[in-house]
C-alpha cells in the first residue's frame, strides 16, 4: 500500500489536525511571560524573548542579578535594583547566535531606556510589549523617544487568546 492509498484509508478523526494552535506571535510572547516566571523580583517580574526572520527562539532572558551575586545578601529594595541585570539585556548577551541583527524581541514590560540602548545598538529591529504600565516615568519615555530617532518599530501587542495553560 502506497501513501496515499493510506491517507485515504484513514478515518476523518484520524486526519483531522489542530486548527486552535497557538499563533507565532502569542507564543513568542507568552515564552518571555514564561520567562518573567524566573525572576525573582518581588515587584517586578520581566521577560524577553528574542527572534529571527525564520520564526525561531535565538534567545531568551528575564531580570535577575549578575552572574555570582549572593542571592541571599540581595534585599530587592528600590535602590538595589540598580544591580540587576534586566531581561532585554540578559536575552541580548545570551544568544546562541553571532547577532541580532534584524530579529524581532517581545517583552511583558516596555524597555527602560537602558535596555533601548543595548537594543539600538544590538541591531534589534522591532520590539513587540504587552504594557506600558510604567511609561509615565522618564526612562520609559526616553526610551520610547531613542526608539523613534533610531527608527526601531515598537509596537503594543494584543494576544488572540485571553489565556494560555500549562498543566503538568
Ligand atoms: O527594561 C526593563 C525595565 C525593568 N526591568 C526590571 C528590572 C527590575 O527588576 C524591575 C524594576 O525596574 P525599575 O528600574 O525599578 O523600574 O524590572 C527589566 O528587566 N527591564
Ligand atoms: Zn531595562
Redesign the pocket.
Known amino acids: 500500500m502506497d501513501i496515499t492509498e493510506a491517507t485515504a484509508n484513514l478515518s476523518l478523526n484520524e486526519t483531522r489536525r489542530r486548527e486552535d494552535v497557538i499563533s507565532w506571535q502569542d507564543y513568542f510572547m507568552a515564552v518571555a511571560c514564561l520567562a518573567a516566571q524566573r ?1 525573582k ?1 518581588p ?4 521577560g ?1 524573548c528574542i527572534v529571527n526572520k525564520d520564526n525561531r527562539i535565538i534567545s531568551i ?4 542579578l549578575p552572574n555570582g551575586y549572593p542571592d541571599d545578601e540581595f534585599t ?1 529594595a ?1 535602590k538595589d ?2 544591580y ?7 536575552a541580548i548577551v545570551n544568544k546562541n547566535c553571532t547577532d541580532v541583527k534584524g530579529c524581532h524581541i517581545y ?1 511583558n ?4 531606556n ?3 540602548k543595548i537594543i539600538i545598538q544590538s541591531g534589534i529591529s522591532k520590539v513587540y510589549y504587552l504594557s506600558d504600565e ?1 511609561n509615565d ?1 522618564p ?2 519615555q526616553v ?1 520610547e523617544k531613542m526608539f523613534e530617532v533610531a527608527n526601531i518599530k515598537f509596537e503594543k501587542y494584543v494576544p488572540t487568546r485571553r489565556r494560555i495553560e500549562i498543566i503538568f
Open positions: 525572576s523580583d515587584d517586578t517580574q520581566v524577553a532572558g528575564y531580570n535577575g530587592w528600590k535594583k540598580l540587576v541585570c534586566h531581561a532585554e539585556m540578559n517583552v514590560l516596555f524597555p527602560c537602558e535596555c533601548a510604567k516615568k526612562k520609559y526610551a
